[in-house]
């Protein structure tokens, strides 16, 4: 059964630092990975995508990895600011269009 | 930007009443999905449904739970006599595409009393 496992739970930081979140999985033979971002009390906002054949996925100051393999998938933040504080979630499908598995989160704040 | 939509933002309903949540998916997409968020827990998977059919199912989806799309918009879940546990968000789904992103309402807070 898969298992989503992501570290830290929690990170603070100050504005303008660089950072990266983890996530993992135990089944390798998944088909997406896909990162979110919920702020308090919100839906869920992708952020990005990677297919199973990608290593990894560049929007604005975030880039994704994904090191299949290992089990193992990077988020990078660049140039922290305030306005990234809230919970991001990693989340993998293990068929195209079946569900997806969420893992608990890690909870960003970035302090002015 | 097109969005997926949900009303109401939140339902509050006694143990033992059937509620329906509402979703509006992005008007392309084919394949929808239901998910649960108990407070502070993971967001769970409760159902996906492509071409009037049901194509996936959780453990959690029991006899319950049940979804439709009644006309060529709406999405609905509904859960038959509420529990205090079925108290959570629920958020839906859809996508353009099997295997591709997924995209997220804001979600309905269910209260159970």
């Known amino acids: 059964k898969q298992e989503v496992t992501q570290i830290p739970a929690a990170l603070s930081v100050p504005e303008g630092e660089n950072l990266v979140l983890n996530c993992s999985f135990t089944?390798?033979?998944?088909?997406?990975l896909q990162w979110f971002r919920q702020d308090p009390g919100k839906g869920l906002t992708s952020l990005l995508l990677?297919?199973?054949?990608?290593r990894e996925q560049t929007s604005g100051r975030l880039n994704a990895s994904l090191d299949k393999s290992s089990g193992r998938s990077t988020l990078y933040i660049a140039a922290s600011q305030p306005g990234d504080s809230a919970t991001y979630l990693c989340?993998?499908?293990?068929?195209?269009?079946?569900?997806?598995?969420f893992g608990k989160g890690t909870t960003l704040s970035v302090s002015s | 930007e097109p969005e997926v939509t949900q009303t109401p933002s939140h339902q509050v309903t006694q143990m033992g009443q059937e509620v329906i949540l509402r979703c509006v998916p992005i008007?392309?997409?084919?394949?929808f999905y239901w998910y649960r968020q108990i407070l502070g827990q993971k967001v769970e998977f409760l159902v996906s449904?492509?071409?009037?059919?049901?194509?996936?199912k959780s453990e959690i989806f029991d006899d319950q739970f049940s979804v439709e799309r009644p006309d060529g918009s709406n999405f609905t879940l509904k859960i038959r006599s509420t529990k205090l546990e079925d108290s959570a968000m629920y958020f839906c789904?859809?996508?353009?595409?099997?295997?591709?992103?997924?995209?997220f309402g804001p979600g309905t807070r269910l209260t159970v009393t």
């Open positions: 089944d390798s033979a998944i088909y997406n």
């Open positions: 990677i297919q199973s054949s990608q």
């Open positions: 008007s392309n997409h084919l394949y």
């Open positions: 789904a859809s996508s353009v595409a099997s295997g591709s992103e997924q995209y």
């Open positions: 449904f492509y071409n009037n059919e049901i194509s996936e």
């Open positions: 989340a993998v499908d293990n068929q195209a269009g079946t569900a997806l598995i």
